[in-house]
C-alpha cells in the first residue's frame, strides 16, 4: 500500500520520464494536410423534417457497432395488461421467440440508433432500430402489434400475390393486438384467407435485392409513441411508416407463402435458438 509519501515520489517520478519533447502547444492544421486526413465517426447525431407539417427527428445513429445475435426468449411479453374488448394479454405475446438459428447464420444487427419524434416542439415518440438487419425471427406468436411485411400467394400459382395483412380474432385488418394473418376478406369472420400467427413461426427479416435473393434491410424497428407517428422509412425512397399504437415493431421480410400453407401451418421453420433457463447467470 502507498502512502501519501511514496504517492508524491511515484507522481514526481513519472513526471520526470516525461521529455520536453512530447510537450506541444496546439496548432491549426492547414488545408493540404486536413485534406490528407481521413476518418468516420463512431456516433453521429441528426434531425430530419417529418411529411407532415411541424414533425421533425432527432436521431443518434452508432454506426460503428457491429452485433451478431444469437438468443431466444422463453417467453416474451410487451406491455402486458387486459384492455376492454381485447382477449389478448399483452401488445406483443410470443413463445421460444428467437433472434439467430441454431447451427446456422446469426441475426445481423449493424449500426443501431435511437430517434425521437417531435410534433411542434414536443416529444411524442421514440424508436429503436437498426440500419442494417438480417436473420431468421423465429416464434410463436399470440399477440402482434405493428406489421409484417409478408407477401401471400393467393393461389400458388404467382399470378395473384398480395400484402399480407395483420387481422384480428373476427379477421378485420388491425395493427393492434392482431391474432391473425392473411387478407380482409370484408365478412367479418376469419376464413380461408385468415391464419392464426403461430402458424407463421419463422420470419427471414430482411428485404429482397431485385434478383430473388435477400439482403439486409434498414427498417427494423421497434417503436413506443403517444400519439399518431409517421416514422420516415430508411429506404429510398423516403415513405411513411404510420405508426397508431402505442407500441409498434416493424418486421419487414422479402417472404411471400402460399396462402394454403399458411393456413395448415405446413411452413417450413428454421431450426431455433434452444432456450436456455440462465437463472442468476444471465450476465
Not at 411529411?51 to 438468443?71: C, K, P, Q, V
Request: with cysteine; glycine share 12%; charged share 15%.
Amino acid at each position: 500500500m502507498l502512502h501519501s509519501k511514496g504517492l508524491l515520489r511515484l507522481v514526481f517520478a513519472c513526471g520526470a520520464l516525461v521529455s520536453e519533447t512530447t510537450l506541444a502547444e496546439l496548432r491549426p492544421l492547414d488545408d493540404n494536410t486536413l485534406s490528407e486526413m481521413t476518418g468516420q465517426a463512431l456516433m453521429s447525431i441528426g434531425e430530419t423534417k417529418g411529411l407532415n407539417a411541424g414533425e421533425s427527428f432527432t436521431r443518434m445513429t452508432l454506426s460503428g457497432i457491429e452485433t451478431d445475435l444469437y438468443m431466444s426468449i422463453g417467453a416474451l411479453s410487451v406491455a402486458k395488461r387486459a384492455l376492454p374488448g381485447t382477449t389478448t394479454a399483452a401488445d406483443i405475446d410470443a413463445t421460444n421467440f428467437a433472434l439467430g438459428t441454431q447451427g446456422g447464420a446469426s441475426f445481423r444487427a449493424y449500426s443501431p440508433y435511437f430517434e425521437v419524434a417531435k410534433v411542434d416542439g414536443d416529444v411524442v415518440g421514440i424508436r429503436i432500430g437498426y440500419m442494417d438487419a438480417q436473420g431468421e425471427m423465429t416464434g410463436s406468436y399470440s399477440s402482434l402489434t405493428g406489421n409484417i411485411g409478408l407477401k401471400i400467394d393467393m393461389d400458388g400459382t404467382g399470378t395473384d400475390i398480395r400484402d399480407a395483412q395483420l387481422l384480428n380474432e373476427t379477421g378485420t385488418a388491425t395493427n393492434y393486438r392482431a391474432t391473425n394473418i392473411g387478407i380482409d376478406d370484408g365478412s367479418g369472420t376469419c376464413g380461408s384467407s385468415c391464419a392464426p400467427l403461430s402458424n407463421l413461426n419463422t420470419i427471414s427479416v430482411g428485404k429482397d435485392d431485385g434478383t430473388g435473393g435477400v439482403q439486409s434491410t434498414k427498417d427494423f424497428f421497434f417503436a413506443m409513441q403517444s400519439q399518431t407517428v409517421n416514422w420516415l422509412s430508411n429506404e429510398s425512397p423516403k415513405q411513411a411508416i404510420t405508426a397508431e399504437s402505442e407500441l409498434y415493431l416493424n418486421i419487414p421480410t422479402s417472404m411471400t407463402v402460399n396462402l394454403s400453407d399458411l393456413n395448415t401451418g405446413t411452413l417450413s421453420a428454421a431450426a431455433q435458438t434452444p432456450y436456455v433457463e440462465a437463472g442468476t447467470n444471465l450476465f
